[in-house]
């Protein structure tokens, strides 16, 4: 098939990628034409594992290719994705749905015959209808656009495994389905021949989907972190009361991991917009709790600060601290709502001086975070600090022998905000270790 993706960030440029790779004629479209330009060069603008092997692949065949014009998207093939960011609003919780808004106006302006345009950004409940009437009011083909739903699921850092071999496919479509249906079956054939579950359903439930689900797993990340609260207080082991949690096959073990909470550009302002859209629709009260999910993320950071400030004394006023991480999480340079920067942050407010170490995020949080200090080596960061941070889980920080690092600092002292250290070799090697939800 020829078909199109509209907005190339993560999801855009990584779906795009991946259709691609499952034989389709693809031109993606972004309107920031640097990214465009990074783009056909067989690059992304940003790190995602396995992305750019694709992109380089696929471009240099000449299957991807990358456009800031609306009418050449529009003129290519017959299917276009939507896969725009819907942020935060500035001033509230609910989504910015102007960016999502703008692209299809742009577009319905050059699409002159029949269509399906499917949706993939995340937003409010209801916003189906919209985008139909507005790509009907504003097109030369009129009624023979057909609007569909399909909602990603991806994890950043296996956004390609997830595209490619997801755990589930859900298409949206309005009570005539008509012949959108069989358009995305076509699309996704590869997907679904390979066994993937497959659910047709109608587009408010579609909608729904995405934002249900991160709110979900939202709550069960904090429901664990409300445990380690409860069991720092008894002196009991928050790692191994998941474990016994994890085996409850109504439970399981993925998400029930303790430490700094949530971040990124996803569960939070799905978390957030999930309440505002209940909150319009009247149902508010329903979803009480995850006003406190929310707020039981936020003091996972608190507690961080507050376990950093005895640490040091009572004050970190004047300290140095060294800060493993700064994406959200491992596997991306992402650091959008990064607990591990807000941490940093607050120290640096408190009088630290704050240094950060990252494998693939330092340029991202320098923009963001230019108080903070920086160092790409995170055993050269640690030189002569008096608390050591370990707030993002990447996998070579785990691997760092603690012995010599303790030579190199003021005061041998670490906080695992993950934990993913090996605890008692840290205290072997003369270390005093705080893990969030540990004795």
Request: some cysteine; charged content about 25%.
């Amino acid at each position: 098939m020829k078909l199109t993706v509209v907005g190339c960030g993560y999801l855009g440029a990584t779906h795009a990628a991946c259709m691609a790779e499952l034989g389709h004629e693809v031109l993606g479209m972004d309107s920031d034409m640097d990214k465009v330009a990074v783009l056909n060069s067989g690059r992304a603008p940003f790190f995602e594992r396995d992305l750019d092997d694709l992109l380089a692949e696929h471009t240099r065949s000449g299957r991807l290719r990358f456009t800031g014009s609306y009418a050449e998207a529009a003129a290519f093939g017959d299917l276009h994705f939507i896969g725009v960011g819907t942020p935060q609003q500035p001033d509230g919780h609910a989504y910015d749905l102007t960016p999502l808004f703008s692209a299809i106006r742009q577009l319905a302006a050059h699409v002159s015959g029949p269509a399906v345009v499917a949706v993939k950004s995340t937003v409010p409940v209801g916003t189906a209808p919209r985008v139909r009437d507005l790509l009907r009011d504003l097109s030369p083909a009129g009624e023979a656009i057909e609007v569909a739903w399909n909602p990603e699921f991806l994890r950043e850092s296996h956004a390609v495994e997830d595209t490619l071999r997801p755990d589930r496919l859900v298409l949206g479509f309005d009570a005539e389905r008509s012949w959108a249906e069989a358009v995305l079956r076509q699309c996704f054939t590869k997907i679904i021949e390979a066994g993937t579950p497959t659910i047709v359903t109608d587009w408010a439930t579609a909608e729904l989907a995405k934002a249900s689900a991160n709110a979900f797993l939202a709550t069960k990340i904090s429901f664990v972190n409300a445990m380690a609260e409860v069991c720092e207080a008894a002196g009991a082991d928050v790692g191994r009361l998941a474990d016994i949690l994890g085996q409850d096959v109504r439970i399981g073990r993925p998400g029930l991991s303790p430490g700094l909470g949530f971040g990124g550009g996803c569960l939070p302002k799905d978390l957030r917009s999930f309440v505002a859209r209940a909150d319009e629709l009247g149902v508010g009260r329903s979803l009480t709790i995850l006003r406190e999910v929310d707020a039981i993320n936020g003091r996972c950071r608190e507690r961080l600060v507050t376990l950093a400030r005895e640490l040091c004394g009572g004050t970190v006023d004047g300290k140095r601290i060294t800060v493993w991480g700064a994406a959200f999480k491992p596997g991306t340079d992402d650091i959008r709502d990064s607990p591990a920067l807000a941490v940093a942050q607050k120290l640096h407010e408190l009088g630290a001086t704050v240094t950060v170490s990252d494998p693939k995020a330092l340029d991202s949080a320098r923009k963001l975070h230019p108080a903070l200090d920086y160092a790409d080596d995170p055993i050269a960061a640690a030189q002569d600090a008096d608390l050591l941070l370990h707030l993002t889980e990447w996998p070579q920080f785990a691997h760092i022998d603690p012995r010599p690092l303790a030579s190199r600092v003021t005061s041998s002292k670490v906080i695992d905000g993950r934990g993913t250290l090996d605890a008692d070799d840290w205290r072997a090697a003369g270390w005093t270790v705080r893990t969030l939800g540990r004795p």
